[in-house]
T-cell receptor, first 114, second 110 residues
Framework: NAGVTQTPKFQVLKTGQSMTLQCAQDMNHNSMYWYRQDPGMGLRLIYYSASEGTTDKGEVPNGYNVSRLNKREFSLRLESAAPSQTSVYFC?????????????FGPGTRLTVL | QQPVQSPQAVILREGEDAVINCSSSKALYSVHWYRQKHGEAPVFLMILLKGGEQKGHEKISASFNEKKQQSSLYLTASQLSYSGTYFCGTAMEYGNKLVFGAGTILRVKS
């Protein structure tokens, strides 16, 4: 039982490059989330998916796209990376609804955009 | 509508107590508490729901004042392992979105 896994753990991009962050969970959760964490700002929700086939914007969706590939997997794509997207990205999952249930976080991806 | 946490940081000696507060300007459905150690993922501590229901670890104590939209996390007889950053996350409705506060850094010294 691995919980929530994320790949890659670290990534360095140049401005304008694209990449996809992968996330998978093995807890049969309906809800999945992508957060970014910047120093002094806590966790900010980028996108979330309440169930397979649905996605919704969070607080800071600009510059990102997501895909809920199936119940297990939820990916985050940066089409044209910018230095402002340098951050630590966490994926999380929970039973639905998230407001009533514990979120389980993955280990994070540390992204640097030069 | 990011919740406001206080204090921003606190330093304790082992065995001392601490209270971390989380307040919102909007009516809340639930308040979540997480702890994050440096370089690691946040870990769940507790959920407090409108109406009085609580879910979480037995050793963690917290309160939720629905009228004031405030929650407090009580850390008693602190141990070195309590060190980390504590985040509250708030939900205004029955749904999936949480908004997290900026965090409270707790350091416990021996």
């Amino acid at each position: 039982n691995a919980g929530v896994t994320q790949t890659p753990k670290f990534q360095v991009l140049k401005t304008g490059q694209s990449m996809t962050l992968q996330c998978a969970q093995d807890m049969n959760h309906n809800s999945m989330y992508w957060y970014r964490q910047d120093p002094g700002m806590g966790l900010r929700l980028i996108y979330y998916s309440a169930s397979e086939g649905t996605t919704d914007k969070g607080e800071v969706p600009n510059g990102y796209n997501v895909s809920r590939l199936n119940k297990r997997e939820f990916s985050l794509r940066l089409e044209s990376a910018a230095p402002s997207q340098t951050s630590v990205y966490f994926c999380a999952s929970s039973d639905s609804p998230g407001a009533r249930n514990e979120q389980f976080f993955g280990p994070g991806t540390r992204l640097t955009v030069l | 509508q990011q919740p406001v946490q206080s204090p921003q940081a606190v330093i304790l000696r082992e065995g001392e107590d601490a209270v971390i507060n989380c307040s919102s300007s909007k009516a809340l459905y639930s308040v979540h508490w997480y702890r994050q150690k440096h370089g690691e993922a946040p870990v769940f501590l507790m959920i407090l729901l409108k109406g009085g229901e609580q879910k979480g670890h037995e050793k963690i104590s917290a309160s939720f004042n629905e009228k004031k939209q405030q929650s407090s996390l009580y850390l008693t007889a602190s141990q070195l392992s309590y060190s980390g950053t504590y985040f509250c996350g708030t939900a205004m409705e029955y749904g999936n979105k949480l908004v997290f506060g900026a965090g409270t850094i707790l350091r416990v010294k021996s």
